[in-house]
């Protein structure tokens, strides 16, 4: 499946970067990025809670 994703010029320069140091390209640095966001062990408002907690730890 072929998808198009927006990214701010700012994040696409970072994301460029990323890829020239560990020999990826764009769409392989972007499927790693997606199988590490699946298999993170909370959900998403565990998340945000986690989050939040570290800010308020600040």
């Known amino acids: 499946m072929r998808t198009i994703v927006d990214l701010p010029d700012a994040e696409r320069e970072q994301l460029d970067a990323l890829c020239r140091q560990r020999g990826l390209s764009r769409a392989e640095a972007l499927r790693q990025a997606?199988?590490?966001?699946?298999?993170r062990p909370l959900d998403s408002l565990e998340l945000?809670?986690?989050?939040?907690?570290?800010?308020?730890?600040?």
Request: avoid cysteine.
């Open 34 to 39: 997606s199988r590490l966001w699946r298999d």
């Open 48 to 58: 945000q809670q986690a989050l939040r907690q570290e800010w308020s730890e600040r």
